[in-house]
């Protein structure tokens, strides 16, 4: 197994330091903290770079918040400088296990996403008569940081380069301490409640690593398993097959696995059925032959609208507000057989 050394100095290097804020400040430069770093950015770099060289760096607080899309979400955002940070980061070490990941993991990764993942969950549903479909319980809650901190440097063998993985994780510790509700596993005391755990929801590094913690399962369902068809997007993922016995027997052995990396399903909701009845998933009901738009989302975008025009009718929201909205509504939803529902959603609108 190749593992990785000497990477810190690519991490601090000024050069990478500057690409990192390029991405960082994309579609946020009206916004108070990137404008200002903008100002003096030649100065906010070299600092950045003079604290990650000599060690002293030290993650800011996060500015936290809930968003109700339609689940309810704790996000917590980072300042600026270390949005600059966590991309510096990641511009070295995700190359490392882009190349080890599945194909089949849809999130947060260069030419996939959410409609592609839809994609292949319908050719699967087309092939498959049964589908097992799971997800995590509180997943970035619940992501240990010893289990993820191992699996860093099961590649990474550059102390410097953990360090900072280190920083990144420890300024999150907390952070979703009141969205977690506690877990005992086989071999656990009462001292395993102080355990650190927690991604912040909105960090680019939650989101990577949210991948690497769980590339593990991924090659656990493809190679032991031997599961031909797997979709996984974050914590929600699909098996297919045209065996409920198999699915069943794959059912017990995922409850086992997610177990180890210290997680568990909402087992009550991880059921097999009939792929010709629909597989609600990313806010789609997937049919083997057409797609429908879950009716949760739709009568959350119907509420959403509604606040929109009132807002719009009083000042309170521009046309532009308004039409980017509704337009990004439009573009998610024209993914499902769903002409007649924005015909219906929209017709009668009246501005």
């Known amino acids: 197994m190749k ?56 993650p800011g607080a996060y500015h936290s918040f809930y968003i109700h899309d339609p689940k309810k979400r704790l996000i917590s955002a980072a300042p600026f400088r270390d949005r600059v940070a966590h991309h510096a980061l990641c ?23 959410t409609h592609r993942a839809l994609d292949r969950a319908q050719e699967y549903a087309r092939k498959y008569a049964f589908v097992l479909q799971c997800d995590v319980k509180q997943f970035f809650p619940s992501i240990d940081h010893a289990v993820l901190r191992a699996e860093f440097a099961r590649l990474i063998r550059d102390e410097n380069s953990l360090w900072l993985c280190d920083q990144i994780l420890q300024s999150g510790v907390g952070v979703l301490a009141e969205e977690y509700e506690m877990e005992f596993f086989e071999g656990d005391d009462l001292l395993s409640a102080n355990r650190p755990r927690g991604l912040p929801i909105g960090n680019l590094t939650s989101q990577f690593w949210a991948n690497v913690y769980l590339n593990g399962f991924d090659h656990f369902v493809k190679r032991e398993l031997k599961c031909p ?29 997610v177990a180890a990396l210290r997680l ?10 009939p792929t010709r009845t629909g597989i609600p998933f990313l806010g789609f009901r997937i049919f083997p032959e057409f797609r429908r738009v879950k009716h949760r989302k739709v009568v959350h975008f119907r509420r959403k609208l509604r606040r929109l025009l009132e807002g719009y009718s009083t000042g309170g929201f521009s046309f532009e507000q308004l039409n980017a909205s509704v337009q990004g509504w439009i573009n998610h939803v024209r993914y499902a057989d769903s002409w007649g529902l924005r015909r219906a959603v929209l017709g009668g609108v009246r501005l």
């Open 91 to 113: 511009n070295v070490i995700e190359p490392i296990w882009e190349r080890r990941f599945i194909f089949d993991s849809y999130a947060n990764r260069v030419g996939k996403g």
């Open 264 to 273: 568990t399903l909402h087992e009550e909701c991880a059921q097999i059925f």
């Open 3 to 58: 593992t990785y050394k000497h990477l810190y100095p690519q991490i601090c290097d000024f050069e990478n330091l500057y690409i990192a804020y390029r991405k960082a400040r994309k579609g946020k430069r009206g916004r108070a903290q990137p404008a200002t770093f903008e100002r003096i950015q030649d100065d906010e770099l070299l600092n950045l770079q003079e604290e990650l060289q000599t060690f002293t760096y030290k």
């Open 229 to 257: 068809a797997y979709v996984r997007y974050v914590d929600d993922f699909l098996l297919f097959s045209n065996s409920k016995q198999e699915l069943s027997q794959w059912r017990n052995a995922v409850i086992q696995k």
